[in-house]
């Protein structure tokens, strides 16, 4: 079983940037695939952006395409979120997901088996 844990949320003016880290332990990170999963309070859990086990594909929510890059270190067992350009509408709880790979940068918070416990990002206006 891979543990995660997010780090590197924050409060943010808004057109500033964050790195959000993914951090896993207990499995290598190399053989899984690894979503970003955002919520808003008083709103439903949302995808953001994910990336296969390979770094070969990514997916990412359309409000945050060409303002955010997801990538991975499978040396590091870490996964990042680059975010750029950060609006008020980027403010919730983040999270990562991951499960065991099947090649493609899944877009569904049910096809993901294990959640870190989130990191706070704040963008004020």
């Known amino acids: 079983q891979v543990q995660l844990v997010e780090s590197g949320g924050g409060l943010v003016q808004a057109g500033g940037s964050l790195r959000l880290s993914c951090a896993a332990s207990?499995?290598?990170?190399?053989?899984?695939?690894v979503g970003w999963f955002r919520q808003a309070p008083g709103k439903e859990r949302e995808f953001v952006a994910a990336i296969n086990w390979s770094g070969g594909r990514t997916s990412y929510t359309d409000s945050v395409k060409g303002r955010s890059t997801i990538s991975r270190d499978n040396a590091k067992n870490t996964v990042s979120l680059q975010m750029n350009s950060l609006k008020p509408e980027d403010t919730g709880v983040y999270y990562c997901?991951?499960?065991?790979?099947?090649?493609?940068?899944?877009?569904?918070?049910?096809?993901?088996?294990?959640w870190g416990q989130g990191t706070q990002v704040t963008v004020s206006s």
């Open positions: 997901a991951a499960r065991p790979s099947l090649g493609v940068a899944a877009t569904r918070a049910r096809d993901y088996d294990y």
């Open positions: 207990g499995r290598t990170l190399s053989s899984y695939d």
